[in-house]
């Protein structure tokens, strides 16, 4: 660990299930990097992990970044894009690192079944750990914005106080994006973005 | 803001290892590439297929595309095969001889390992391809110097006269990062010039090419010292040396900073001496590759003392959270460094999550397949590579094989003619993807046919290579590019194959009793059948979306039977334990379907005895049911 504050690397794990959006936000938050002139590193898992499976992304972001995998217990940021699954990753965090968590629970088949248990509160346990969680409801906000796949934006919104360049700046690659290719959607995202910030802030 | 980079915006691209090797390939003046879809290479042909310079295609298999490759590099053109570790199984046979011949334009073997197996049946290390074949072994260490790497492989395979290997692995093909790219080169074709004595392998011609391809393999070796892909990096902390190759050289340098190290990227021929006067210099060499110990099993037949698998993992990949605490081990070190913030015990403790496995879509066309298979009795079913194999799980657990592209067709027939007197009125089934039956199914087919096999064949046409994201292939009538293309007919492929007409059936899956009624005729005729269904993959455009179903609550009686389909959009939302009047007791499962996911597929509707499961409509217009 260098004490250099420049060579500084931000640790960014997004976790999820597949068709929920993870390597999307992954990727806005890396272009967003990029754009601030970081050496910027993304994984990204695809195949089987598609067929709402485990999913997550690292980005990591700085002067220089090597490995490609966030080392364990160097996360500064979890996005858990389901409860479960933040709690499931939350060990890869530093300590002082914050988890961003939709509190949304999506149960798999194997839970549905009877196979196994769902965790009773997910976010209590990762609390009881001594983890500082900001959970919110992502898809209730999504939802009455009229579209679930707004979670992604919503959750780009929570955490864009916690990166090491303004929020403005991530907000502004996230509607240029819509503005390019959906511009009907640019105002709504923007709302997203913006109730995602005001939720984290809250909780 | 942070500009820490001086370089300006355009010339800094983002992108993944295998849009990279896409970029260096077109960039070297690639002018022929061709793949099978298969994680994690797939991408390298979409991306390939973007410059217009270049013509590219799905190969129906991975030996096919190392053929066409072969013809386009002698005919004087560059080309690019690429696939991913257990393709270059299949197109072995073809690189064996191809490496004698050598080549005419530089021809590319880019081929990814699933170190980890994130989507494979095994997790193999293609650089014994190198070895065995006596080929050269690149191997970048992320996006920027696979692009590099490429562009370096086409330039080595005309230097030496020798098929490439590019050797990739999941964290190369599915990083992103920050390229520096190039412009395209134009080059000229120097057109096919005849040399039987070169290109005819009869055995004495090949046997007059060995020497030859001996010989190039030691100017490799030579030259595997000389070359800037390879490099020692000095380090303060002489306690430890490490050899890397690919990915590891990061990891390496992530996890211990102070350490010298060997970088390889042309990691064989490896360069002995290199690593000779690394050795030297360290107390310890240790060897860091995934996944075989093929250098360390070099370097210590170099009289070098090595460690390298005593000390870490023969599987999956050798990232900081593995590399660490082992050489930590090794060092008697603690596993956490001490100038590292402690964290909290409760950080680190392991969190018991259920697991959360891979599942079919919503609607999936294959879902009503294995709700008849799960129904049939006595059934030994061979299964095949694909989104299929997924019937191997819950609900259905009706898969009892899975093995190699194709395998289902041979593996069946040999169920049945293997059978013990026990097994004698089991049922024997195969299921295979429309894909992987062009792939490598249809000999086996005519395999079954030609030995008179009593196996009873699902053939799941879904008109798209389903588990890599729905690419095209011979039956979906569209090439790579999307643009119309003649278009197989499975019916008549079968019969031409020698299936009797009358045991062909073309069915909807979604029409459960035409299935079940088709399945159960098939098992019983002592013959060889085949069954094709025909409805699209959910996640391509051929998919149509139809209104959506809800389940009346006060229908529902918990039978659960609309579970065994398997659809994630159906969901469970109480258990109820009730006493029969005979006094045994029962569980009721109700359940509610997710109607913002469900696209009206209409199979659950046919599972449902109570017909609680109706149109969302209908529960809108009654208004108060929603």
């Keep these: 660990m260098s004490a250099n504050a420049e060579d500084r690397i931000t640790n960014i794990l997004v976790a999820g299930i597949g068709g929920q959006g993870v390597m999307t936000a992954a990727e806005v938050l890396s272009q967003t990097a990029v754009s601030q002139g970081y050496d910027v590193k993304k994984t990204e898992v695809a195949g089987m992990a598609q067929r709402g499976g485990v999913v997550t992304s690292h980005v990591r972001f700085g002067r220089r970044v090597l490995s490609p995998a966030i080392p364990d217990g160097e996360a500064d940021i979890l996005v858990g894009f389901e409860p479960a699954e933040a709690l499931r990753w939350c060990g890869q965090l530093r300590h002082g690192g914050v988890a961003m968590v939709n509190r949304l629970r999506q149960e798999p088949p194997v839970v549905t079944l009877g196979l196994f248990p769902y965790p009773d509160d997910p976010v209590a346990e990762m609390r009881a750990r001594g983890i500082e969680v900001h959970a919110f409801d992502a898809g209730a906000i999504a939802r009455e914005l009229g579209n679930l796949k707004l979670v992604n934006t919503v959750m780009l919104g929570a955490i864009s106080d916690y990166l090491p360049f303004p929020a403005e700046i991530l907000k502004e690659a996230v509607l240029a994006r819509f503005r390019e290719r959906k511009p009907a959607l640019v105002a709504v995202n923007e709302e997203a973005f913006e109730a995602g910030r005001a939720a984290q802030a809250a909780t | ?626």
């Design chain 2, 1 to 626: 803001m942070s500009a820490v980079n001086p370089l300006p915006q355009p010339e800094r691209r983002f992108m993944s290892g295998n849009e990279a090797v896409a970029r260096g390939a077109w960039e070297a003046g690639c002018r022929v590439a061709a793949a099978y879809p298969g994680t994690p290479a797939t991408e390298i042909l979409e991306y390939a297929a973007t410059y217009k310079d270049l013509y590219a295609e799905w190969s129906v298999n991975e030996k096919v595309a190392l053929e066409v490759t072969i013809g386009a590099s002698l005919a004087g053109s560059r080309a690019l095969c690429a696939m991913k570790h257990v393709g270059l199984n299949v197109a072995s046979d073809a690189l064996m001889t191809q490496t004698l011949i050598g080549v005419g334009g530089g021809l590319v073997v880019a081929v990814a390992d699933d170190v980890g197996l994130s989507s494979s049946q095994n997790e193999q290390d293609s650089r014994h391809w190198g070895r065995f074949a006596h080929l050269p072994v690149l191997e970048p260490a992320d996006a920027q110097e696979a692009y590099e790497m490429t562009r370096e492989a086409f330039a080595l395979s005309e230097q030496f006269d020798t098929p490439v290997i590019l050797r990739l692995t999941t964290r190369i093909c599915h990083v992103k990062g920050v390229v520096v790219a190039g412009e395209r080169e134009e080059r000229p074709v120097k057109g096919f010039q005849k040399n039987p004595a070169r290109m005819v392998m009869t055995p004495m011609n090949a046997g007059r090419r060995i020497p030859l391809m001996l010989a190039r393999e030691e100017q490799l070796r030579a030259f595997a010292e000389v070359t800037d892909l390879n490099r020692l990096e000095a380090g303060q902390d002489p306690r430890i040396g490490f050899v890397t190759s690919g990915p590891t050289y990061l990891h390496v340098l992530e996890s211990f900073p102070n350490a010298p190290l060997v970088k390889l990227g042309f990691s064989y021929p490896p360069p002995l001496g290199l690593i000779r006067a690394l050795a030297d210099q360290v107390e310890q060499l240790v060897v860091v590759e995934e996944v075989e110990p093929l250098l360390e099993q070099e370097i210590r037949a170099a009289g070098i003392p090595v460690h390298g698998k005593d000390l870490l993992p023969r599987m999956g990949e050798l990232a900081p959270h593995v590399l660490r605490p082992a050489i930590r081990a090794f060092l008697g070190e603690p596993a956490e460094p001490e100038q590292a913030p402690k964290r909290p015990l409760a950080f680190t403790t392991p969190v018991q999550v259920f697991p959360r496995p891979p599942t079919m879509c919503v609607a999936c066309p294959h879902l009503g397949i294995y709700y008849c298979l799960s129904k049939i009795k006595n059934t030994q079913i061979a299964g095949d590579i694909g989104c299929y194999t997924l019937g191997a799980g819950h609900p259905w657990n009706a898969l009892d094989t899975c093995i190699s592209m194709g395998a289902s067709m041979g593996v069946a027939l040999g169920l049945d003619k293997g059978r013990s007197a026990a097994d004698k009125d089991k049922r024997v089934l195969a299921v295979i993807g429309d894909s992987t039956f062009l792939h490598m199914g249809m000999q086996g087919l005519l395999d079954i046919v030609y030995n008179r096999g009593n196996v009873t064949i699902l053939l799941l046409d879904n008109s798209a290579v389903g588990m890599t994201g729905g690419q095209e292939h011979p039956g979906t009538g569209r090439d790579i590019h999307g643009l119309e293309a003649p278009k197989i007919n499975f019916r008549k492929l079968v019969e031409a194959l020698g299936v009797k007409p009358e045991r062909v059936h073309e069915v909807n899956p979604y029409e459960l009793p035409t299935l079940f009624k088709a399945l159960r005729e098939e098992v019983k005729v002592d013959d060889t059948s085949v069954i094709i269904t025909n409805q699209p993959c959910v996640l391509t455009e051929r998919y149509r979306n139809k209104p959506p179903y809800a389940v009346d609550e006060e229908k529902c009686t918990g039978c659960s039977n609309c579970l065994a389909v398997g659809c994630p959009a159906i969901a469970v939302t109480r258990r109820e334990t009730v006493v029969k009047p005979n006094g045994t007791e029962k569980e009721l499962t109700f359940v509610a379907i997710d109607s913002a996911a469900c696209t009206g597929c209409d199979l659950c509707p046919g599972t449902c005895g109570p017909e609680a499961i109706l149109p969302l409509a209908v529960f809108n217009r009654a208004g108060a049911r929603v």
